[in-house]
Nanobody, 120 residues
């Protein structure tokens, strides 16, 4: 798994948006529930959102509800995290993971993280 940030180095001003991509290399993602996680400096990693293999979504983190949207495009072997209305407290290293089973069941594969910095 690999996370990509389709913006300039992941630095964005408050209130702006960013879309992260989780791409499967060497295997297909459509069999897996995929979660997005983040870890801010000095804090533990936390779950942000999850999408089942069938496309059902779950917002794990209350603070991102209404702002972040997880989706998947199995034809592109990619899961996205659309992040709107970004806040400085969203600054963290974001990574994706493929679960063994359903959302919350335990991570089988971890992607490499990508830094997202929200700052003016």
């Amino acid at each position: 798994l690999r996370c990509r940030c389709r913006r300039w180095g992941g630095l964005v001003q408050p209130g702006r948006f960013l879309r992260l991509s989780c791409v499967g290399y060497g295997f297909t993602l459509d069999r897996y529930a995929i979660g997005w996680f983040r870890q801010a400096p000095g804090k533990e990693r936390e779950g942000v959102s999850c999408i089942s293999s069938r496309g059902g979504t779950m917002d794990i983190k209350d603070s991102v509800k209404g702002r972040f949207t997880i989706s998947r495009d199995n034809a592109k072997n990619t899961v996205y995290l659309q992040m709107n209305g970004l806040k400085p407290e969203d600054t963290a290293v974001y990574t994706c993971g493929a679960y063994y089973g359903s959302c919350g069941s335990g991570i089988r594969f971890w992607g490499k993280g990508t830094q997202v910095t929200v700052s003016s």
